[in-house]
């Protein structure tokens, strides 16, 4: 599953030079340093982003976005969706072959669809595909989907990355060899996986688009952004995500504008605080209210973000088409969050400064992952701004495999501080759903809300866009009613790369969208990794 992590590109900041129009040259190695290691290389298995990153250049589409977020053709050339929205006919690629040499056709894109829809299937995502009624593949070049009804999301879920039938088909899917070694048709091919260390690509030699530039891309682990920081002056990396403190206060030397080039722009993601609901303490929405009116968000984004972000009103990126500005909000206000707490039977009944209830105390734990200073500091301030009301707040971090796999995937916590993806097309069926409210599935709070999951039906529906704004808009009010999570913030993205690299276009997509076009001139081009 492929994603882009940027929309909408505010402004560049220092050191875009205007690099005069050079032919583009081959080779050179890119460090990108990340803080999460992958937890697999079967991106239909996994929900963390750095499986996905990191599996992104091994695997197509049938579909990909291109600089504008408008789809475009990707291992499929063309496609017609029929006047009743309920058929799509995909033309796919001649001449396209897997990194193993086995030729990609139709059939691979069937067993794509098979393999979704399979219950056998470890994945999150089945949702979309459940909705195709049928599938086939008449001829090598033409895959065929009929739809049980008009299903708006349909065409952006076949940005699904494209696995090799002849090497899963069959197989158990947790365990196959393409978890630690993938095969697929990107530009380009694994190497290595040092867990918790590196993940090595070299570029694919037969890319059906072209040989990608730049020859050697390594991930490189580093769950702590401080070190990573060191790594990336001392010459150890290329391309790192900015904290908002590096990127306000220790990258504007004579050294930093020489060497590098800095970006800024509202992040594709949103950081919240999201409730167990089957934890009885947080199943009166009165409780989550007034949580949500008692943390400062505004001080979130002074304290933790520097200023680079914007308060968070639901899971719609602000200033895009889909977002609805008038929702209900929780501006601090300890006084109505007393209140409201009050009204669902806690106060403090013993005098000791913790709201009580039935004898309990109201305490809880937040859980979130290593390695990332914006949601543990913002545990931080949230855990004081509640003992200010009589709330009593644990935080425990854990390393993010652990952290997905036996925490929030089977529903182990009581609260999590954690951060989604916002995708562009703003289907959130498989997030708020009541039949995603399951282990292993992205509705890990348990939410259900008889009224949204009509709504999150009735929006798939219609290709009808103002309808389907209608219908996202009171999704968004609904959400914001009942909190679920405490939204808190958008971020700004901060990616900061070698000045050394050419080719890269900001767009509102984002900068990573051409990546198989950026390149590095020989004479400062770094050697790949022999070993």
């Given at each position: ?323 609805n500005p008038k929702v209900k909000q929780y501006p601090y206000d300890p006084a109505k969050a007393k209140a409201l707490l009050k009204a669902a039977g806690w106060e403090d009944r013993d005098g000791d400064g913790i709201l009580d209830k039935d004898g309990r105390p109201f305490e809880f734990t937040i859980l979130t992952n290593q390695g990332n200073a914006y949601r543990a500091n913002t545990g ?152």
């Amino acid at each position: 599953m492929r994603r882009f992590w940027g929309i909408l590109l505010l402004c560049l900041a220092w050191g875009a030079l205007p690099w005069p129009a050079l032919a583009a040259d081959n080779g050179g190695a890119l460090v990108i340093g990340t803080i999460g290691d992958a937890t697999s290389m079967i991106p239909m298995i996994t929900s963390d982003s750095a499986s996905h990153e990191m599996s992104g250049l091994v695997y197509n589409g049938l579909l990909k976005y291109d600089k504008d977020l408008n789809l475009v053709g990707d291992l499929a050339e063309s496609w017609k969706v029929s006047d009743d929205g309920l058929t799509i006919t995909f033309r796919l690629r001649h001449g396209v072959r897997w990194q193993d040499g086995k030729p990609y056709t139709a059939q691979d894109a069937l067993f794509n669809w098979r393999f979704m829809v399979d219950p056998k299937t470890p994945t999150a995502y089945s949702g979309d595909y459940m909705k195709v009624k049928d599938a086939s593949a008449p001829d090598d070049h033409t895959f065929v989907v009929h739809y049980k009804e008009p299903f708006a999301p349909g065409l952006a879920s076949w940005t699904l990355s494209q696995m090799p039938r002849h090497l899963l088909e069959g197989k158990d899917v947790r365990a196959s060899k393409l978890n630690r070694h993938p095969i697929g048709t990107g530009p380009y091919r694994f190497v290595r996986w040092d867990p918790g260390a590196r993940v090595v690509l070299n570029y694919y030699e037969n890319y059906f688009e072209g040989r990608p530039h730049i020859s050697q891309v390594t991930y490189r682990v580093i769950p702590d952004m401080a070190t990573m920081f060191l790594e990336l002056k001392a010459g150890g990396l290329d391309w790192m995500s900015l904290s908002a403190l590096q990127y306000r206060r220790q990258t504007s030397t004579a050294f930093f504008k020489k060497n590098f080039v800095k970006y800024k722009y509202l992040a594709s993601g949103y950081t919240y605080l999201g409730y167990n609901l089957k934890d009885p303490r947080f199943a009166d929405k009165r409780v989550r209210q007034g949580l949500s009116y008692a943390i400062n968000k505004e001080e979130l984004i002074k304290g933790v973000l520097l200023g680079l972000g914007q308060v968070c009103t639901g899971p719609v990126k602000p200033g895009t088409y889909w977002y609805n500005p008038k929702v209900k909000q929780y501006p601090y206000d300890p006084a109505k969050a007393k209140a409201l707490l009050k009204a669902a039977g806690w106060e403090d009944r013993d005098g000791d400064g913790i709201l009580d209830k039935d004898g309990r105390p109201f305490e809880f734990t937040i859980l979130t992952n290593q390695g990332n200073a914006y949601r543990a500091n913002t545990g931080v301030i949230i855990q004081q701004r509640l003992s200010q009301i009589g709330v009593r707040v644990k935080l425990r971090t854990v390393e993010w495999a652990a952290f997905i796999k036996e925490f929030v995937n089977k529903g182990r916590f009581e609260a999590v501080l954690l951060g989604w993806t916002i995708t562009p097309d703003p289907d959130q069926f498989d997030i708020w759903h009541s039949s995603r409210a399951q282990p292993g599935q992205l509705n890990f709070t348990y939410y259900k809300n008889p009224e949204l999951d009509k709504i999150l039906v009735a929006q798939r529906r219609t290709f009808d866009r103002e309808e389907r704004r209608a219908l996202l808009f009171k999704m968004q009010e609904i959400l914001a009613e009942d909190v679920p999570y405490t939204f808190l913030y958008v971020p700004e993205a901060l990616p900061i790369l070698a000045a050394r690299i050419r080719g890269v276009k900001p767009a509102p997509a984002g900068i990573s969208y051409n990546f198989t076009d950026w390149w590095v001139p020989k004479a400062l081009q770094k050697p790949a990794l022999t070993r």
